[in-house]
């Protein structure tokens, strides 16, 4: 499974004891009407119970240069409340509350659905009430380490090429599990 190619995001939520946030790098889109989106967090993990509670949460898909929140959301040690988001650039996010990464691929605004047990995961429906994109090249989670898209050919491969040259993903540093990514 760790040789899928998947985005890097921070979902996150806000609940009376403050904002919170995990990086995730299980985020589906599920449906297009009505505009649904699946996250997997394991079992355990403090990140699911505050979803759970809060029933609404933000996602701020990373760009390509955005490793170091990731980073940072990953780590399990990272302060709790809002001291996590002391080193992060953010704002509000108009329907929940719940903190937007600055400058990130795309901002979505969830609204929980229902929640499914899936082996030592559980799955989060969740439809989109709102959404934000911008260009830019994604942050990936593949093999474990953080990737990232350098270049891609716009234009159709040379007639003597069937597919086009895959060589251009560059890999990072691991990502560190953190207590609610689905590996």
Same mark, same amino acid.
């Given at each position: 499974?760790?040789?899928?190619?998947?985005?890097?995001?921070?979902?996150?939520?806000?609940?009376?004891?403050?904002?919170?946030?995990?990086?995730?790098?299980?985020?589906? $889109?599920?449906?297009?009407?009505?505009?649904?989106?699946?996250?997997?967090?394991?079992?355990?993990?403090?990140?699911?119970?505050?979803?759970?509670?809060?029933?609404?949460?933000?996602?701020?898909?990373?760009?390509?240069?955005?490793?170091?929140?990731?980073?940072?959301?990953?780590?399990?040690?990272?302060?709790?409340?809002?001291?996590?988001?002391?080193?992060?650039?953010?704002?509000?996010?108009?329907?929940?509350?719940?903190?937007?990464?600055?400058?990130?691929?795309?901002?979505?605004?969830?609204?929980?659905?229902?929640?499914? $047990?899936?082996?030592?995961?559980?799955?989060?429906?969740?439809?989109?009430?709102?959404?934000?994109?911008?260009? =830019?090249?994604?942050?990936?989670?593949? =093999?474990?380490?953080?990737?990232?898209?350098?270049?891609?050919? $716009?234009?159709?491969?040379?007639?003597?090429?069937?597919?086009?040259?895959?060589?251009?993903?560059?890999?990072?540093?691991?990502?560190?599990?953190?207590? =609610?990514?689905?590996?």
């Amino acid at each position: 499974m760790r040789r899928i190619a998947s985005a890097v995001a921070v979902l996150t939520t806000r609940t009376n004891r403050g904002p919170h946030g995990v990086t995730v790098s299980s985020l589906s $889109a599920l449906s297009r009407e009505p505009l649904l989106v699946g996250i997997c967090l394991q079992r355990q993990s403090a990140s699911l119970a505050l979803l759970k509670e809060s029933r609404t949460f933000a996602v701020s898909v990373l760009t390509a240069s955005q490793a170091e929140p990731a980073r940072r959301f990953a780590d399990p040690q990272r302060p709790r409340g809002r001291a996590q988001f002391d080193l992060v650039d953010w704002e509000p996010d108009p329907y929940s509350g719940a903190p937007l990464i600055a400058d990130a691929l795309s901002w979505l605004s969830c609204r929980l659905v229902t929640t499914a $047990a899936a082996g030592d995961h559980e799955l989060l429906l969740a439809e989109v009430v709102e959404g934000v994109a911008r260009d =830019g090249h994604p942050l990936l989670n593949f =093999g474990g380490a953080m990737a990232a898209v350098t270049t891609l050919e $716009a234009a159709a491969p040379p007639a003597h090429r069937a597919t086009p040259d895959l060589s251009t993903v560059a890999v990072d540093t691991p990502l560190t599990r953190c207590e =609610g990514e689905s590996g």
